[in-house]
């Protein structure tokens, strides 16, 4: 009864601050529109080489942006509970309304290899196979973690074996699944030995090692020796710790193989909502080590955030108790917050997207149901209908970020110009009511700025 006492309490005590913190105050974001003109889009000529009979016919011309170079992104670790029926198949169709890259979670636990048969290596074959046709990137999530593993590995006894065993796990899942380039190495790696983590065999191996830095040299040097090709990411769930920031130092000063650095940001107490300037200096802080910067794992919900990490305990504390007992506890979406969800989104995605170090960002929650420690931290409700922050992030991807040119009475000899987005583009020709497809990716990298297409009569 005391606890139950306490948990409403602290309902009231939110509430109290409720009317303050739903409000979001606009964001001054000087200079971010300029800056997302100058490093997300670049002038590009066209130049189209046709049939001798075509070169001298007036052309009309319609080009669309249809994949972004940056990567914008939303977590499937809701997914596997949906896979396959109809509620997972609307699930995927929002996502391709917004999304072009994805989060798998393929934590030890699930990929367990002395499960037989273990369901989920259909899963993960089924979701490359979705994303191969729907031409989505796929993100692995981890390779290894001192969090959610089976309990044979929690309980291994024999380091000296259990070193063969990490090992192999982490080259089993980079062998296993090639069409995944993208990768966080190890989860956390400056969290092994904090207060809440529970001491286990990983814990106990990375001891053996001499510590977090010399464990954490070996297990990058030892997936770049499995395959250099691929984009390593040293993710933390606090970039704002100084410890991240040195174990990063320290990476690229022993020059490891890691393209990203990875920083989560899960918004759910009032503490840990980032400002204008604090988002902004974090990213400052980390620039000059000169590798992408990917925002892992982003969380801002529509329902009341707690005031800090201490009353978002007791309210965790209180759920697990209820689920334990077969309940549901979970925190309802609330209008006010919604506004301040879509609100708080289009400034913190407009600042990040300005800033030519970063290179992703993922949005951990796309529907409620389910949604991660019982908030409503989705962009969709439980329902799959969208909530305004969907709506906002799917303007600004999808209308204001994008890139479409129709020209009328074009002539081929002098080819074109215009100044784009960074991606994959679709076009057509249209010559005498006949269409001609065509399709380039445009970059940064792009030789002489020139895209050569070629139009011919017979094809």
Do not use: C
């Amino acid at each position: 009864m005391k606890t139950f006492l306490k948990y409403i309490f602290l309902l009231l005590l939110v509430n109290t601050y409720s009317q303050q913190n739903s409000n979001h105050i606009p964001w001054k974001l000087e200079g971010a529109n300029e800056r997302i003109e100058k490093y997300r889009k670049g002038k590009v000529k066209i130049e189209f080489k046709t049939d001798k009979e075509l070169k001298d016919r007036q052309a009309t011309v319609n080009i669309q942006l249809t994949d972004h170079d940056f990567k914008f992104g939303v977590s499937f670790t809701q997914l596997r509970r949906f896979w396959g029926d109809d509620y997972g198949k609307t699930y995927l169709n929002r996502v391709k309304e917004v999304f072009n890259y994805a989060t798998i979670g393929m934590y030890w636990q699930l990929t367990d290899e002395r499960i037989k048969n273990n369901k989920m290596v259909k899963y993960y074959e089924e979701i490359i196979e979705w994303a191969d046709k729907n031409n989505f990137r796929l993100k692995g999530h981890p390779l290894m973690w001192h969090e959610a593993m089976p309990d044979w590995v929690r309980n291994f006894k024999n380091l000296d074996k259990l070193d063969g065993l990490i090992k192999n796990h982490m080259k089993r899942l980079i062998e296993t699944y090639p069409e995944i380039n993208d990768w966080d190495v190890y989860n956390e790696p400056i969290g092994p030995f904090k207060p809440h983590i529970p001491p286990s065999a990983i814990t106990e191996w990375i001891k053996m090692k001499g510590g977090i830095y010399p464990a954490m040299v070996e297990i990058y040097e030892f997936v770049d020796n499995v395959d250099p090709t691929k984009n390593y990411s040293n993710n933390h769930y606090h970039a704002k710790d100084p410890e991240f920031l040195k174990i990063n130092n320290f990476f690229v000063e022993k020059n490891l193989n890691f393209s990203s650095i990875g920083m989560q940001a899960h918004m759910q107490t009032n503490d840990n909502v980032m400002s204008e300037s604090q988002l902004w200096n974090q990213i400052k802080n980390y620039e000059g080590l000169w590798k992408k910067i990917q925002f892992t794992e982003i969380t801002v919900t529509s329902s009341e955030r707690f005031n800090n990490w201490k009353e978002h305990q007791a309210f965790l504390k209180k759920r697990d108790e209820v689920m334990s007992n077969g309940g549901v506890m979970n925190l309802p979406s609330l209008p006010e917050y919604e506004n301040f969800q879509a609100d708080y989104l289009k400034d913190f995605y407009t600042l990040v997207f300005s800033h030519p170090s970063v290179s992703s960002i993922t949005f951990w929650n796309l529907t409620d149901k389910n949604a991660w420690r019982g908030h409503a931290g989705g962009l969709l409700f439980d329902d799959l209908k969208p909530k305004k922050a969907f709506n906002e992030l799917k303007r600004l991807i999808k209308t204001t970020w994008t890139t479409k040119i129709f020209e009328s009475n074009l002539d081929l000899k002098k080819g074109m110009d215009f100044n784009g987005f960074y991606g994959k583009y679709e076009g057509e020709i249209i010559i005498e009511n006949i269409k001609y497809p065509f399709e380039f990716h445009h970059s940064p990298e792009q030789k002489d700025k020139v895209i050569v297409v070629n139009i011919n009569k017979n094809d």
